[in-house]
T-cell receptor
Framework: GAGVSQTPSNKVTEKGKYVELRCDPI?????LYWYRQSLGQGPEFLIY????????DSGLPNDRFFAVRPEGSVSTLKIQRTERGDSAVYLC????????????FGQGTRLTVV | GENVEQHPSTLSVQEGDSAVIKCTYS??????FPWYKQELGKGPQLIID?????GEKKDQRIAVTLNKTAKHFSLHITETQPEDSAVYFC?????????????FGSGTRLSIRP
């Protein structure tokens, strides 16, 4: 596709359940980022990939959060034992991977934990 | 790690007037400073960026300035129009040899009064 695609656009889950959020980056982009955005806040960095490997996962809040990018393209953010505080918009972005180049964002997945 | 602070959190200006948003960053290694615009229900979109070897950059009605000594950078929008109403985020990235994580400010909600 022409842009970054995130699915689903909305996800409602019960507290304690497991969820997966998917990101399809722009074709050919080697860098992929995950962010979390709470209402009225800026995007909070979670993790970024260069190719298949997590180059920096320092933003993952705890071990309930995990992300993979097995073939260097699509990425999945996985959240175990969801808590109400995990409710937010999860944003994915991708870039060419070269130094200081634009990151393109998807529309986000709104996660609501009830 | 990098910390980006942004002011003001809300800004209301008369149509046709100028708007200025200011940011500071903490990590002297940061060398890439993008500005994003986010409209309701959408992901952030890059509007302009500046790299540390440049002090000022202009694109039509938008300009950014960077003061690396003071670790300040600012966004200036002139001749504001109703479509400029949105949330604006500054960001900083300490890229070394390739793309790296981008740290965002908390955002400025800009409203243009007709």
């Amino acid at each position: 596709g022409a842009g970054v695609s995130q699915t689903p656009s909305n996800k409602v889950t019960e507290k304690g359940k497991y969820v997966e959020l998917r990101c399809d980056p722009i074709s050919g982009h080697t860098a992929l980022y995950w962010y979390r955005q709470s209402l009225g806040q800026g995007p909070e960095f979670l993790i970024y990939f260069q190719g298949t490997g997590a180059a920096d996962d320092s933003g993952l809040p705890n071990d309930r959060f995990f992300a993979v990018r097995p073939e260097g393209s699509v990425s999945t953010l996985k959240i175990q034992r969801t808590e109400r505080g995990d409710s937010a918009v999860y944003l994915c972005a991708s870039s060419s991977g070269q130094l200081n180049t634009e990151a393109f964002f998807g529309q986000g997945t709104r996660l609501t934990v009830v | 790690g990098e910390n980006v602070e942004q002011h003001p959190s809300t800004l209301s200006v008369q149509e046709g007037d100028s708007a200025v948003i200011k940011c500071t960053y903490s990590d002297s290694a940061s060398n890439y400073f993008p500005w994003y615009k986010q409209e309701l229900g959408k992901g952030p979109q890059l509007i302009i960026d500046i790299r540390s070897n440049v002090g000022e950059k202009k694109d039509q009605r938008i300009a950014v300035t960077l003061n690396k000594t003071a670790k300040h950078f600012s966004l200036h929008i002139t001749e504001t129009q109703p479509e400029d109403s949105a949330v604006y985020f500054c960001a900083a990235s300490p890229g070394y040899s390739s793309a790296s994580k981008i740290i965002f400010g908390s955002g400025t909600r800009l409203s243009i009064r007709p």
